[in-house]
């Protein structure tokens, strides 16, 4: 796998073995960077990947200027394997990983791990999963673990999107054949409308 735009482009790094994870295509991240490149919303920013996976989302971000990531994956091997991947690409110092299951009712202790607000959060479920979405949003929200306006990036299937919940409104989609990339932004003021 390679990192695509930003200071680290065209560097290599070896991700997780075997078929654990399905990689964001190299189409998709360039083209959901350069939609948040354009509106400013990496440069600068604190991330948070959740559903990490080969953690090719939080380094494009971090390539591209953002100043820390927090990536959160469930599974041991692969969690081993990111941080692998962050020392290939220089990034250890910038990168928390955590592995922690966001399915279970009691695995919050990833919560902990973020230090600062965030600005950027990008979900990248497994497609049946896309529901747990919501809940996981609105867990961020009111645990204060959200900047005002951040971004957020779902990755989903074409035809399955997440509902966003009270505070989140979505910004603009893109399709790429069966999978779909949802921009939305957190507005705290919105949540306490009725």
Partial sequence: MRIVGGNLSGRRFSGPPGNSTRPTSERVREAVSSALDSRGWIDGSHVLDLYAGT????????????????????????????KT??????????????QADLERRNASHWLDAIANPID?????PPYAQIAKV???????????????????????ARRDPPVLPLGFSEVSSYRYGDTAVLLAMFN?????QP
Wanted: proline content about 3%; cysteine-free; aromatic content about 2%.
């Fill in 55 to 82: 953690g090719a989302l939080a380094f494009e971000a971090l390539s591209r200027g953002a100043l820390d990531a927090v990536l959160v994956e469930k599974s041991r091997p692969v969690a081993r394997a990111i």
């Fill in 188 to 192: 705290p003021s919105q949540e306490s």
């Fill in 85 to 98: 991947s962050a020392r290939e690409l220089d990034l250890a110092d910038r990168v928390k990983v955590v």
């Fill in 120 to 124: 950027l959060l990008m979900l990248d």
């Fill in 134 to 156: 919501e809940a996981l949003l609105s867990t961020l929200a009111h645990e204060a673990k959200l900047a005002a306006e951040a971004a957020v990036v779902i990755e989903h």
